[in-house]
């Protein structure tokens, strides 16, 4: 465990004692949580090896507060710690911190904007991922939200637009986002070349994203959304020409075809990301759909020579929540994504360590009990066909893949 998460936890503890030992400030709050996980993938390396035999190496650890000058003014913010063994380090770093101000509001509409780095309001689930009291289970649909375009859509340092209109009793709520975000090249590098690259890193990446949602005036438990995001990620620091054909010179034979991620010498992706969202509260249940389109134009040069594709990737999900009791809920959901939709065996982006990296269908299973004071505990299956969602890290390309693979998760929860 690293210094600086020691120090997080050791400030997360002093929130858990009691409320009248912290002091604040008039207008201001302060809260936090602590999941820590034991997961199971037998079949296939989970965002690292020690998972097929069981492992506690998946932890999310977050404080959040905001200070409230007035009505119209605040600022907020959020540090995060998100461990999951290879894939994600837990290094503490900012998830969000902003100044909002709302500068009209009346019995019909609002306004308002932030600035700072922004939580992205995309779909049902983005910009509340990482708080795991927000979501049914252990992780949100992956097929959705999958794992590479997950730093690049988070958050956002830019300005972000907001709004709420009610038009006939029809609730309508929008934002607007524009700005920039770093982003580590790994994800994208497995996501395009299915391998690391070397040398390679992105540099910031310009994003822009419009979200709208309606709650309708005939039924107040359906809410629908839109959310549209533009994006272009670009790799920096992959070698130069003369450094690949060097490297192509002394390499064995057909290596260009066998590892052409060796010999890149600029790559880049512009995307356009829609989903569609459907929500319903009907008694005890939340019902809730989404589909994903994601148009790609992919560019690259290997040794010099550019070449381009592009492609359609499509992804739905279905989830059905059953809350039976105040304190306990179990859900199902079933998925399907593919990273090229006219490609449904997923054979145009097979690997020799991983065939099945193209599509991904499956069923997940999931329950959680709110035990009091705070403290929650959940568990979770997931039964799927294909690995589209299963998380990248550096060495996966060492192990020979599965088809068919499931995962089991335990997790206790902490938050104030």
Do not use: C
């Not at 905001?66 to 710690?81: D, H, K, M, N």
């Not at 306990?328 to 991983?354: I, M, P, Q």
């Not at 996966?396 to 335990?410: G, Q, S």
């Amino acid at each position: 465990m690293n210094i600086r998460l020691i120090s997080l936890l050791s400030v997360l503890y002093s929130f858990v004692l009691p409320v009248n030992a912290l002091e604040l400030p008039l207008g201001s709050e302060i809260h936090g949580f602590l999941s820590q996980s034991y997961l199971v993938s037998p079949d296939n390396p989970y965002a690292g090896t020690d998972s097929e035999d069981g492992s506690f190496k998946f932890r999310e650890v977050g404080i959040n507060g905001f200070t409230e000058f007035s009505p119209e003014l605040r600022i907020a913010g959020q540090v995060l710690s998100r461990y999951r063994d290879k894939s994600d380090d837990g290094k503490v770093r900012i998830d969000f911190l902003l100044a909002d101000y709302l500068f009209f509001s009346d019995q019909y509409s609002s306004v308002g904007v932030r600035v700072g780095r922004v939580k992205n309001k995309i779909g049902l689930y983005n910009d509340t991922r990482d708080i795991p009291s927000a979501r049914p289970g252990f992780n949100v649909p992956e097929s959705v939200y999958f794992e590479a375009f997950r730093d690049t859509l988070l958050s956002t340092d830019g300005v972000n637009f907001y709004g709420t209109s009610l038009v006939k009793d029809n609730l309508i709520q929008w934002e607007l986002t524009i700005g920039r975000k770093d982003v580590d090249s790994e994800d994208f590098e497995y996501y395009t070349f299915a391998r690391p690259v070397p040398s390679a890193d992105t540099a910031e990446v310009p994003l822009k994203l419009f979200s709208a949602s309606v709650i309708p005036a005939f039924d107040r438990d359906l809410k629908l959304g839109l959310s549209v995001a533009d994006v272009r990620a670009d790799l920096e620091g992959t070698l130069s020409v003369a450094e690949a054909q060097q490297a192509l010179l002394t390499a064995p034979p057909n290596d260009f075809f066998v590892n052409p991620q060796n010999y890149v010498t600029a790559a880049g992706i512009d995307g356009l990301l829609t989903i569609i969202s459907a929500q319903y509260n009907y008694r005890d249940f939340v019902l809730a759909a989404e589909y994903l389109n994601l148009e790609s134009d992919f560019d690259a040069e290997l040794v010099g020579n550019r070449f381009s594709e592009s492609s359609s990737t499509e992804a739905y999900y279905l989830q059905a929540e059953w809350f039976t009791t105040a304190q306990t809920s179990v859900f199902t959901r079933y998925e399907e994504l593919y990273l090229k939709r006219s490609d449904r065996s997923g054979a145009d982006s097979a690997t020799d360590y991983n065939p099945y990296r193209g599509f991904g269908r499956g069923w997940t299973l999931g329950g959680k009990w709110s035990v009091g004071k705070g403290w929650s505990i959940s568990g979770q299956a997931s039964f799927n066909e294909g690995t589209a969602w299963l998380p990248n890290f550096e060495g996966i390309e060492n192990h020979n893949i599965k088809k068919h693979w499931n995962f089991y998760v335990f997790s206790v929860n902490y938050q104030f």
